[in-house]
């Protein structure tokens, strides 16, 4: 078989710093997936494992490679073999290849052009704030972002961007095959109708406002960020509670800490269950992003979805995806804790209405048309369906 089916393209994606816990990475896989095999495409993703597999999903073929774990990154596991990569795709023979990783899958970009395949690859974010969030001087940081980038636009026919924002790092630098293509939101499955006062209740214990941080607890997320506003918004009177959902290399230090300062925090580690993660949301007052390196942030669009405002990191994309439906502030908890307490001064039903209504610009149907433009792969009329 080649990488044309009967009427549509072998789509290959290959994507590293993927785990059964994995957030938006996961989402945005499966859903474009999803929407590519919708479009009368042959979607098929390779994915680092602990066991070898390969399954039929509603995202098309699944392929786990064994790949050993990442050092301190809480569980990431990456595809490290490349002779047996290199087999898998010539195999496969693809008519079109993306890759999720500018780092150690670089060289497959080098592949797909001696093998005649068009090829993007998916900045999910950039490599100056990673490189800042684990403790780069910003000089420096600049620097090897420059450099990594100049070499992924080189090795790809194409850089698909998800926001202005992320696309930024390659302008400045002359890059000139950079696209744009947003994520999306599911906005049946995410939607304010799931707020549950049973739910609320369960999770405020007596308090008054229900906080909601939706993120991997590592470093580039600054989830330490979150328990930073709930302290200082306590300070000011508001009797606020945490509920963290999500897990990762710093969650046991995050309890402690929470535990020592006596905070409403509530840590229920990664929630699988999709429609409880949706109520969740749903019946939250406010959710948090304090994450500065941000290309995107699907979490906190499924919050909005459901309902929910957002106040965000200001250095991160998400002020440019939330718009009016939240707030930017600046990396400490007194200035998330200030646009905290300016959201929850707006009405209620103003704030959910704009939320949702922000939602709606981001459907998946778009994505999945961007993403395929992307590919050069012209939209067949009545291939993909629309959401509400």
């Excluded at 816990?21 to 602990?50: K, M, N």
């Excluded at 026919?157 to 696209?179: L, M, Q, Y």
């Excluded at 995806?321 to 009405?347: H, K, N």
Aim: with cysteine.
């Amino acid at each position: 078989m080649t990488g044309h089916n009967r009427d549509g393209l072998r789509i290959v994606r290959l994507a590293n710093f993927v785990t059964p816990a994995s957030g938006g990475l996961r989402t945005a896989l499966d859903e474009l997936g999803r929407g590519y095999a919708a479009a009368g495409h042959e979607p098929v993703l390779i994915v680092p494992g602990a066991a070898p597999s390969d399954v039929l999903a509603p995202q098309g073929r699944v392929i786990t490679l064994p790949g050993p774990v990442l050092p301190g990154s809480g569980g990431y596991r990456v595809l490290m073999n490349r002779a047996r990569l290199r087999g898998l795709l010539e195999g496969l023979r693809p008519g079109r290849l993306e890759v999720s990783d500018r780092t150690t899958l670089r060289w497959t970009g080098e592949w797909a052009r001696r093998a005649r395949v068009p090829a993007v690859m998916v900045s999910h974010e950039t490599a100056d704030g990673v490189l800042r969030t684990w403790g780069a001087p910003p000089a420096v940081a600049g620097r090897a972002a420059d450099r990594l980038n100049a070499r992924s636009a080189h090795a790809y026919a194409r850089v698909v961007c998800t926001t202005e924002w992320a696309e930024r790092e390659f302008v400045r630098i002359g890059v000139r095959n950079v696209v744009r293509a947003p994520l999306g939101v599911d906005l049946r499955h995410f939607r304010p109708e799931l707020r549950s006062t049973a739910l609320r209740a369960r999770h405020l214990r007596g308090e008054d406002v229900l906080l909601l941080l939706g993120s991997r607890l590592s470093v580039e997320k600054r989830p330490g960020r979150a328990l930073d506003a709930l302290a200082a918004l306590r300070h000011l009177g508001v009797r606020a509670a945490l509920v963290v959902a999500g897990d990762g290399p710093l969650r046991a230090g995050l309890e402690s800490r929470a535990r020592a300062a006596r905070l409403p925090a509530e840590f229920l580690g990664h929630v699988r269950d999709r429609t409880h993660l949706a109520r969740l949301q749903a019946s939250a007052d406010l959710c948090l992003a304090p994450g500065p390196a941000e290309t995107f942030g699907l979490s906190a669009l499924e919050a909005l979805a459901c309902g929910t405002p957002v106040v965000a990191s200001a250095g991160s994309a998400l002020p440019e995806v939330i718009g009016p439906a939240g707030l930017a502030a600046a990396d400490t908890g007194r200035a998330f804790a200030a646009a905290l307490r300016e959201l929850l001064a707006r009405p209620e039903r103003e704030r959910r209405a704009a939320a949702r209504e922000r939602a709606g610009l981001f459907g998946w149907d778009r994505s999945v048309a961007s993403f395929l433009a992307a590919h050069d792969i012209p939209q067949r009329r009545g291939a993909l369906g629309t959401q509400p």
